[in-house]
Antibody
C-alpha cells in the first residue's frame, strides 16, 4: 500500500507564504502524476494542482493560479507546493495524492494550513 | 465549473440494510465519476471510478451505477465500518475542471 506523508503546514498571516512537502517512503513518484487536493472545514474537497510524471507539465485550479507552484524532486521522491500570497480562503487541510485513471488513488494524512491575522 | 449535487445530505440506515446514495451532475459527464469514502480524521479512500469499476481491494458490497448526469452508489449490506462520509467526484473536464460533491454522511439508524 502506498503511503504518502505531508508536512509543512502551519499558521500564517494573509499575504504570507508556506511550502508544503509530500514524501513517499518506498513509493516511486516517477510512475505517477501527483496532485494536491485540499479540504475545507472537514467537508468540501477541492482540487488544487497537478504535476506530470516527468515534472514538465503543471496545472492549477483558477483559485490558486499565479500564487501556488507545484514541483517535484524526482531524485528524492518528494512533491512540493509553494504557496505565496496566502488568503483566508486558502485555510484548509492539504492532501497530496497520486493519480490513476484521472482519479486520486492514494492520499496522505494531510497537513493543515491556517491563514489568519 | 460542473456542480455535483449529492443527496441526501445525511442518510440513516441500520447495519445489514442497503444504502443508496445519489449524485447529480449539472451537465453530462459521461462515466467520468468516482466515489470516495472518508472516515473521521482520515483521508478519503477511493471506492469506485469510471462510475462502476471498484478500486483495488474494495469489497463487492460496494457498487456504482449511472451515466451522463445521474449516478448512484449502493452498499448492499451495511457493515459497521461503512458508516462514513461519501463523496462523488467528476473528472470529465480534466484536469482543471474536476469537482467534488458536498458529501453524504451515512450514519447508524
Amino acid at each position: 500500500e502506498v503511503q504518502l506523508v505531508e508536512s509543512g503546514g502551519g499558521v500564517v498571516q494573509p499575504g504570507g507564504s508556506l511550502r508544503l512537502s509530500c514524501a513517499a517512503p518506498g513509493f516511486n513518484f516517477n510512475e505517477y502524476t501527483m496532485h494536491w487536493v485540499r479540504q475545507v472545514s472537514g467537508r468540501g474537497l477541492e482540487w488544487v494542482a497537478l504535476i506530470t510524471r516527468d515534472g514538465a507539465g503543471t496545472f492549477y485550479a483558477d483559485a490558486v493560479s499565479g500564487r501556488f507552484t507545484i514541483s517535484r524532486d524526482i531524485s528524492r521522491n518528494f512533491l512540493y507546493l509553494q504557496m505565496n500570497d496566502l488568503r483566508v480562503e486558502d485555510t484548509a487541510l492539504y492532501y497530496c495524492a497520486n493519480e490513476t485513471e484521472k482519479v486520486f488513488d492514494s492520499w496522505g494524512q494531510g497537513t493543515p494550513v491556517t491563514v489568519s491575522s | 465549473d460542473i456542480v455535483m449535487t449529492q443527496s441526501p445530505a445525511t442518510l440513516s440506515v441500520s447495519p445489514g440494510e442497503r444504502a443508496t446514495l445519489s449524485c447529480r451532475a449539472s451537465q453530462i459527464i459521461n462515466s467520468n465519476l468516482a466515489w470516495y469514502q472518508q472516515k473521521p480524521g482520515r483521508a478519503p479512500r477511493l471506492l469506485i471510478y469510471g462510475a462502476s469499476t471498484r478500486a483495488t481491494g474494495i469489497p463487492t458490497r460496494f457498487s456504482g451505477s449511472g451515466s451522463e448526469t445521474e449516478f448512484t452508489l449502493t452498499i448492499s449490506s451495511l457493515q459497521s465500518e461503512d458508516f462514513a462520509v461519501y463523496y462523488c467526484h467528476q473528472y470529465n473536464n480534466w484536469p482543471r475542471g474536476n469537482t467534488f460533491g458536498q458529501g453524504t454522511k451515512l450514519d447508524v439508524k
